[in-house]
Each structure stands twice: as structure tokens, then as C-alpha cells.
């Protein structure tokens, strides 16, 4: 009886894992030939022009060109290897001059260069001059061996953003390689590049692609180096805005895949919402009730939502999702919250429990701390339908968590969320199919509005809804600046507030001394990762150590306010504490029977207890704008007047003086943020940085707004008018970032 063939030997072999250079590039996002044909120089080198031995001056990088006259390792306690190079333009008889000589030194010399710089032979090298013990010299210069007529090139030499596993002789003949593989024709019909020109009529000067790429890979010598790395070259123009049109493209085509996608129609049957208007104790401002109305006209369509609410700290966004979810319940679907915090997940739970449990609603909580039975037995409430609402953090997207009828979404603080934990919970809403296959609803919020700007970049493909106005009754919050040394004033301003039967948060930047600051909350890690003990953590550099050591922690803090403030109460939270004590300390807050709370940033969100009237935030310079402007909204909630004490050491940086400044002149939370796009950039605001790949490879929103109106105008044509040109566009600049739409 024959043998049965044997699967394993006549299966098709394994495509090999690329290594070395070939891996590198993957790393770097240079899998296809387009993306290595857009992979632009950082630098370029001069290497057309040889410089005489000579007229080298100190501190001067050239290009000479010589012949070995010796080569040997030199003494010392480290082993170096010393070539001397005499000006190549002169005889053996007129080599006498030391001026006409130059040393080479390798601190390390690869094989390679021991066996090619052998007396006789003629090299060029390239390095930065300088004077040592024996004469001029280069150090670690690059080097090879030429002819006598080996030509020089006739264009500046592009150097490369790369890694060590890709060195640049590599890179370059990849990149020119690919540079004649790639399709680089114009992709705009002569119709279309006439709209270009007559939105942007700079764009009549711009060069087709092509020549753009051959100018700024391969300069003509005559060629200025600055100018061609400056953002308003010509061809830097013209890749800019080939990036924002694909941007804008990519955010039609996602807007359109979901207009395509079937989700439930929860129309607005007005019982469990009105019942909880009526039960609510405040009436809701005009702003609210005009976003609720627009999110509950997008629920009671079938396709899927995707809607970003967005107001200022303390504008009242929790109700308005409340009555959301109220409005899913009614029509028969769960709704899921999820959080980036266990304090503002359960911030949620309590004002949500105490809205809509009396009206019938299961309420589930889910959270990395709870384990075990309890989380068992909320997991299958969630599954059987019990919990109509369910509240969480990242524990809400775990693989054990099941939803029956999942119809509504929320994400608050949606940016504090990496990308791939977004797109994690969307792939969860995909499996959460009845009969038919339908998506649930997503509606994001954020405490940081959103700049016009950032909205038409990277946010065309969302309807916004914003909460502009504050509920009345909130007094405005003075902020004051207060350098290290009068830190007795703002002590005495917190004992005054205190006399007055007010309360007080104190932030600082670490939990303990000499410790790295504290993480973002248990947004990016489960249990394990917010009580992992301070000797498991990765310990800083020396340097950095240093630094830190200067920096309050909140330990000794709170140790230093017990006896300042003798006789109040003085809590203590930050994330390594068990999530039963960070609640234990909260309630003790609200209650007021604690007057402050000494805290790192876990604080930044979602908590609201309106006797507070003191934020005082220590080395308020290492904060950035919208962590500073988060915080002091803790405060400011109640009829009192507050006050935010922003503590700073010196010196100060520019960045960190233009923050400061910022924070004392405006609490309008919308110029905060177009203040902090301005400083951070679109990555940090957008929460995209958790990617590890940044947005734009060319553009940059801030500088290239002009651009961005012509960009959505055109896109819009093209979309309509050549679809199939528009794909080329998104697929030659996009690649594989358009994901993150979904996110």
C-alpha cells in the first residue's frame, strides 16, 4: 500500500522573512516603490567639489582627495588606525610640504578599509576638519578608493532618515532604484489641475511630480542645500499638497464605506428619554439641547453613526450621553461607555446609576480591577441582555466581553485611547451581529475642542457636534503664576480658601521621589500594569535621574501639607494605589471630609466635586497645554470663585514660558487648544502618537493651512467626477495609514 504523501514536503515553501537591509526598510514604512520614491533627503552633502589639502580651514566639512602615504594602528589605551594622506594633485618629489598632508583617524576601522588604505592607494574622504597634536585631521571620516579619473558626481549627495541596519549607500540604491520603477505620472486630468490652479494659483509654479522627486533627490551642483529643505520650495509644495489631497480623499472614501454599512434605526420613542429630562435636577442649556437633538436625528437613521461631541471642561457632555444611551435603551439596544480612566469610569457609573437606575436601567461595570466572580457575573449580565448600559474602561473591549445588542458606543476622552485599542473596540462592534449584519452607532467626546484647522484635516470625514456655551452659574477661574520660591503664597491663598469651608487639589508631576512620571491611567494598561511596584519599573538614566530628583513627588508632598496645614484633612491618590483606595480617597474628597487632596494626573478627567476651588499644580512647565487646562477645569465647577496657582521652576523654556503665558491669559478652551496645535502638533492633540507612525509625512496643518480648503474642494471633485483617479491618489500617499479613519 503506497505511502500518503507527505503534507510538510509537498507543501509550497515558506516565503523567507526579509532581514538586514530589506527588513530596515519595512521598519521604515518602504515596502513599495512609491513610498521609497517619497522617502525625502534630511540633509544633502557636496561632494562635486574637491577641496586642496592645504586651504582646509578648522571646522570645515570637505572633500579631499589623496594618496595614502602610511596606515597603521596608533598607540594609546585604545587601539586606533591612522592614515596619512598627502594632497594628491602633487609628484612624489613634491610631497615635502606638511600642509599638503591630512590624518585620517578611525577610532574603529572595519576590516574592510585596513585591507583598501595600503600605501599607494589614492582615496577620497569626506569629514569635518580639525586641529590635533600631529597636524589637521579628520576623524571618522567617509572614505573610498578611487582612480585618477574617476569622475565626480554632478549632484549634491541626498543623506536619508534611516536606522543602523540600513546604511546609506544601501538606502540610496534603493531609493534610486525605485525611483525608475515607480509610476510617477500625473494623476490630475488637465481638466482638474485647471481647478487646482485656479484655487491655488501658486500651484501654477509647482513642478509635476516626477521632476519635483528628480530635484529633490538629485540636485544639480549648483544647487542651494537650504533651499531645497526649506517648506516652500517649489517641489516641497507640490508634495504637500498631493498629501492633503489624498487626506481629504481618504476621508470621503471612509465617509462613504460607512454610508454604505447598516446599522439600527433607534428612533427616539421619547419615553426613557423624557422621563429622564424630567427626573434630571437642572434644566439643559440651549447648547446641549441643540447637540442632543443632532445626535438623536443620526441614531434614528440606519446607518451607522460616527459623531464627535466636543465642548469645554465642565460644558456638560456626560447628560448629553446619557440621554443618547437613554434613547438606545428605548428602541430596544444596549449601549456601552468606555473610558480612559478607572476615575472617570466610575465617575460615569455613579452619576449614570443615579439618573437612570431608577428608571428601570441595568447598569454593568467593568473595569480592570474587577476580577473573579464579580467580573463574571457582570460580564454575563452584559451577554444575556440584563445590562442595558454598561460602563468601563479598556476592560470593556477584553475578548470575554460579549454584547447582546450592542446599538450605541460612547468613547469618552476618545484621544487619551491608542489607536489600535480604537480600532479594537470598532472590530468589536463589528462582531456584535444580529441577523443581519449591522454596525453599532460611535459617538466619541472630548474635553479638547478641536481646532477649525484640525477639523478640516482630520476630521472631515466626522459630523461635530459642540457644546459652546457652559451651564450657567460657573464662576470664571483666575489663574496665577507663581515661580518656585513664593510657594508660602500660594500656601497661604490655599489656607484662606480653606478657612472659607473650601477644598483643594495639589497636583504633582511624580508619585515618589526620583520616579518617572506618573502613566496616563489604566487606559493603556489592565490591573497588573497600574500596581506594578516602583522597583519593577524601568529606572531612568543617570541624567535623567537628576533632573527628576529636583521635581515634587507626591508622597513627600503630601507628607509636607500634613504638617503645613496641621488640623484638615490631607488625602493622597495617584494610579499605583488599588483601585478600591483611589475610590476610597475620592469618596472621602466629594464628602468633604477630606479639605485636599494631594494627587498626580489621575485627577485630570472626570472628577467633579464642586466645593473645590484651588487647583495648585507644581512644575506646572512640564505639563502640556491641554493637561494644564484639563486640570484646572477640576476646579470652577461650584457658585465660589476659584483660583488655579500654576507653580514653575526655573529656567524656563521657550516652549514652557509660551504655555504659562497662554494659561494665564485665556480659559477659553478652544483657543487653548488652536494654542496647543500650534505647539505640540496634530499627532499629540489627535492621540495618534500611540501609532508609532506620524500623520503627515509632508504637510503640516498649522503652516499649510492655505492649502487645506483647495485640498477639500478639489477632493470633493475628484471624488464625484474620477473615482478611480482619486484611488491612485489615496493609495500612492496613504498607503496603509487610512486605518487610522477608522479609529
Known amino acids: 500500500m503506497p505511502r500518503a504523501p507527505n503534507a510538510a514536503r509537498n507543501a509550497p515553501p515558506k516565503a523567507a522573512a526579509p532581514s538586514g537591509p530589506a527588513r530596515a526598510l519595512q521598519q521604515l514604512g518602504l515596502s513599495r516603490d512609491i513610498e521609497r520614491a517619497l522617502h525625502l533627503p534630511l540633509r544633502y552633502e557636496d561632494e562635486t567639489r574637491l577641496s586642496p589639502i592645504a586651504d582646509l580651514r578648522d571646522g570645515q566639512t570637505a572633500l579631499v582627495e589623496g594618496l595614502v602615504e602610511s596606515a597603521g594602528p596608533a598607540g594609546g589605551a585604545r587601539r586606533q588606525w591612522v592614515v596619512s594622506l598627502s594632497d594628491a594633485r602633487f609628484g612624489e618629489d613634491d610631497r615635502s610640504d606638511a600642509d599638503e598632508r591630512l590624518q585620517l583617524r578611525f577610532l574603529h576601522v572595519h576590516p574592510a578599509h585596513r585591507r583598501a588604505l595600503v600605501s599607494g592607494a589614492r582615496v577620497r574622504a569626506r569629514g569635518e576638519v580639525r586641529g590635533g597634536f600631529f597636524g589637521r585631521e579628520m576623524v571618522h571620516p567617509q572614505v573610498r578608493v578611487v582612480q585618477p579619473d574617476t569622475p565626480l558626481p554632478q549632484t549634491l549627495t541626498p543623506v536619508y532618515p534611516t536606522v543602523a541596519a540600513l546604511p546609506q549607500a544601501w538606502l540610496r540604491r534603493a531609493i534610486e532604484s525605485a525611483l525608475q520603477r515607480a509610476d510617477l505620472r500625473e494623476i490630475l486630468s488637465p481638466a482638474h489641475q485647471a481647478v487646482l490652479h485656479a484655487l491655488l494659483p501658486a500651484s501654477r509654479h509647482w513642478p509635476m511630480l516626477a521632476q519635483a ?33 489624498a487626506q481629504q480623499l481618504s476621508q470621503l472614501e471612509a465617509r462613504s464605506a460607512r454610508s454604505a454599512q447598516a446599522a439600527p434605526a433607534l428612533a427616539d420613542g421619547g419615553s426613557l428619554v423624557q422621563r429622564l429630562r424630567q427626573a434630571l435636577p437642572f434644566a439643559l442649556t440651549p447648547a446641549q439641547d441643540r447637540v442632543v437633538a443632532e445626535i438623536a436625528d443620526d441614531l434614528a437613521r440606519t446607518q451607522p453613526m460616527h459623531r464627535l461631541l466636543q465642548g469645554d471642561v465642565g460644558a456638560g457632555k456626560t447628560v448629553v450621553a446619557a440621554l443618547a444611551a437613554a434613547q438606545a435603551i428605548d428602541a430596544g439596544w444596549q449601549c456601552a461607555l468606555m473610558a480612559p480612566t478607572e476615575i472617570l469610569a466610575a465617575q460615569h457609573v455613579n452619576k449614570l446609576v443615579a439618573w437612570l437606575q431608577p428608571l428601570g436601567v441595568g447598569v454593568a461595570w467593568l473595569s480592570g480591577s474587577r476580577q473573579g466572580r464579580s467580573r463574571d457575573r457582570e460580564r454575563e449580565r452584559v451577554r444575556s441582555g440584563e445590562a442595558q448600559l454598561v460602563v468601563g474602561t479598556h476592560a470593556v473591549i477584553e475578548a470575554g466581553v460579549e454584547f447582546a445588542r450592542l446599538g450605541l458606543a460612547i468613547i469618552d476622552e476618545q484621544h487619551r485611547f491608542g489607536v489600535e485599542q480604537r480600532l479594537a473596540l470598532r472590530r468589536k462592534l463589528e462582531q456584535c451581529d444580529g441577523p443581519q449584519p449591522l454596525q453599532a452607532h460611535v459617538l466619541g467626546m472630548s474635553a479638547t475642542p478641536i481646532p477649525r484647522t484640525l477639523a478640516m484635516a482630520h476630521f472631515a470625514d466626522l459630523d461635530v457636534s459642540t457644546i459652546d456655551t457652559l451651564p450657567p452659574g460657573r464662576t470664571p477661574i483666575v489663574t496665577r503664576l507663581f515661580a518656585e520660591s513664593r510657594r508660602d503664597a500660594v500656601l497661604d491663598c490655599v489656607r484662606a480658601e480653606l478657612a472659607a469651608g473650601r477644598q483643594a487639589f495639589w497636583v504633582c508631576p511624580l508619585v515618589e521621589a526620583v520616579d518617572e512620571a506618573e502613566p496616563p491611567g489604566d487606559a493603556a494598561q489592565g490591573k497588573a500594569g497600574t500596581q506594578r511596584s516602583a522597583a519593577a519599573r524601568p529606572r531612568p538614566g543617570s541624567a535623567a535621574r537628576d533632573r527628576l530628583a529636583e521635581l515634587s513627588n507626591a508622597i513627600d508632598t503630601h507628607a509636607q501639607l500634613q504638617q503645613a496645614l496641621a488640623g484638615v484633612g490631607v488625602g493622597l491618590l495617584h494610579g499605583r494605589l488599588p483601585a478600591r483606595e483611589k475610590a476610597a480617597v475620592m469618596a472621602e474628597f466629594a464628602a468633604g471630609r477630606l479639605a485636599v487632596l494631594v494627587a498626580t494626573t489621575v485627577i485630570e478627567v472626570g472628577v467633579d466635586v464642586p466645593n ?41 523654556s521657550a516652549i514652557a514660558r509660551e504655555r504659562l503665558k497662554v494659561m494665564a491669559a485665556t480659559t477659553d478652551g478652544f483657543e487653548i487648544a488652536r494654542r496647543d496645535l500650534e505647539l505640540r502638533g496634530p499627532g499629540e492633540v489627535l492621540g495618534a502618537r500611540q501609532s508609532g507612525a506620524a500623520l503627515m509625512r509632508f504637510a503640516d496643518i498649522v503652516e499649510d493651512e492655505a492649502m487645506i480648503e483647495p485640498a477639500r474642494e478639489l477632493a ?16 500612492r500617499l496613504r498607503g496603509g495609514k487610512s486605518d487610522y479613519l477608522n479609529a
Request: proline share 8%; net charge positive; hydrophobic share 45%.
Open 716 to 731: 470633493r471633485r475628484l471624488w464625484l467626477e474620477d473615482p478611480a483617479a482619486a484611488r491612485r491618489q489615496v493609495d
Open 213 to 245: 522627486l528628480q530635484q529633490l533627490h538629485h540636485p544639480s551642483a549648483p544647487a542651494d542645500p537650504d533651499a531645497l529643505l526649506d517648506p516652500s520650495h517649489p517641489a516641497r509644495q507640490r508634495l504637500k499638497f498631493d498629501e492633503l489631497l
Open 612 to 652: 473645590a476651588s484651588v487647583m495648585v499644580i507644581e512644575h506646572a512647565e512640564r505639563f502640556g497645554l491641554a493637561q494644564l487646562h484639563q486640570l484646572r477645569g477640576r476646579v470652577g465647577r461650584g457658585a465660589a470663585a476659584s483660583v488655579c496657582a500654576l507653580l514653575y521652576g526655573q529656567p524656563l
